[in-house]
């Protein structure tokens, strides 16, 4: 029996882990996570009774009691709350699936305890990889990533030994915008955005899907998960969404690994690593599977991506203004306070002006990104 915390119960991925949950008798969720969302976390309580549910927001905290109080279940607030619902001694996975920084504190800590991540949280590895890689090491814990690329990156490295990595080609469907010029960007709506011809997501991965933050958001989590430097780090455009990523070796042979564009496939394998077990849902057709196509990323036009690398190559808590000034743009763009390619102006304005930081420790990390939301106030 396998039994999970899930920080982020009620966002896209942390419904998803639960789908997967009701089709698995080995699994059990021992504590749940949201921020605010009484309503949905009072339901998946009383369906996965759980020993113990946080609510990040305290006013919802005190809500979620007064509904719970015929259930036994304890319910705890705020980070302090969110850190415990990590540490409860029955779970032995951790399904980091927060949004934000606020991911990084309760990873660092169930790493600590000893406890395996199923990491669907970027920003954990984007801002603070330098510290949570070696402390993944030191705990001798399992570090399985959730992300569809990542995961896909994961299982064609299985069995292969890591000096024999040449490249790792990060596939990306381009999202609704490919081939559009930067004028047309321009006057991209927020429902034009809101829509990817792929993946269901929450609306934050799916603007920044569109802009392709998000892969660059992917390629500072790969530069950390798999130790490999940025130049070998490739990403592929590839609208089917079929191929989830490839890894080339150093006598050019490519492996890749293909499905359906499903997150419940790579959090199932998270959630039995190393084994697999049967998931409903489709499957591929390769009779019906006529052409893949794949091009590479216009980085003049989507300039978040060629922005991120520049982060991520420079390191210290660059990776994180990046992270934080996508984070503030998207909320200003989804207020209509800003313009579609105002989001990537965004990002470069903040990385212009927040000060340098080489090896920032989790305090000058949460200083950093706190720095960076003062300047868009």
């Known amino acids: 029996m396998r039994n999970i915390a899930i920080l982020g119960a009620t966002g896209s991925i942390g419904t998803q882990t639960l789908s997967v949950v009701r089709e698995r008798e080995d699994v ?15 339901r998946e309580t009383r369906e996965f009774s759980p020993e113990l549910v946080c609510m990040v927001d305290e006013s919802a905290a005190r809500d979620l009691r007064l509904k719970l109080r015929d259930l036994p279940v304890r319910v705890v607030s705020g980070m302090e709350g969110l850190v415990e619902a990590a540490l409860v001694s029955s779970a032995d996975l951790v399904v980091g699936a927060v949004v934000g920084t606020a991911g990084i504190l309760p990873t660092v800590e169930a790493i600590k305890a000893g406890k395996d991540i199923a990491i669907a949280n970027k920003e954990t590895l984007v801002s603070a990889g330098h510290i949570i890689m070696p402390l993944v090491r030191e705990k001798g814990v399992k570090l399985l990533p959730v992300d569809s690329e990542h995961s896909a990156i994961f299982q064609c490295l299985e069995g292969e030994r890591q000096n024999e990595l040449s490249r790792i080609l990060l596939t990306c469907s381009g999202g609704p915008f490919r081939g559009y010029t930067r004028e047309q960007l321009s006057q991209v709506t927020k429902e034009q955005a809101l829509h990817h011809p792929n993946w269901k997501m929450g609306p934050k991965v799916t603007i920044d899907s569109s802009t392709l933050a998000n892969k660059g958001l992917e390629v500072m989590e790969a530069r950390w998960l798999f130790d490999t430097p940025y130049e070998k780090i490739e990403v592929v455009i590839h609208p089917e969404s079929v191929v989830h990523s490839m890894v080339e070796f150093a006598d050019g042979s490519v492996k890749a690994q293909l499905g359906l564009p499903d997150m419940r496939t790579p959090i199932a394998y998270a959630l039995s690593y190393p084994l697999r077990k049967p998931l ?27 922005l991120a690398y520049e982060a991520g190559e420079r390191g210290g808590n660059a990776p994180t203004v990046f992270n934080t000034a996508d984070e503030c ?29 080489e090896a920032p420790d989790l305090e000058a990390i949460f200083e950093t990104e706190k720095a960076v939301r003062e300047v868009f106030l």
């Open 28 to 42: 059990r969720v021992v504590s749940l996570s949201a921020y605010s969302d009484v309503t949905s976390i009072e």
């Open 280 to 306: 409903s849902g489709g499957r591929l057709d390769f009779g019906e599977l006529r052409a893949l196509h794949f091009e590479k990323p216009d980085t003049a036009v989507f300039r978040a991506l060629r």
């Open 329 to 357: 743009a998207v909320k200003a763009f989804l207020a209509g306070r800003i313009s579609y390619t105002g989001i990537t102006d965004m990002i470069e304005d903040a990385m212009s002006r927040i000060p340098y930081e």
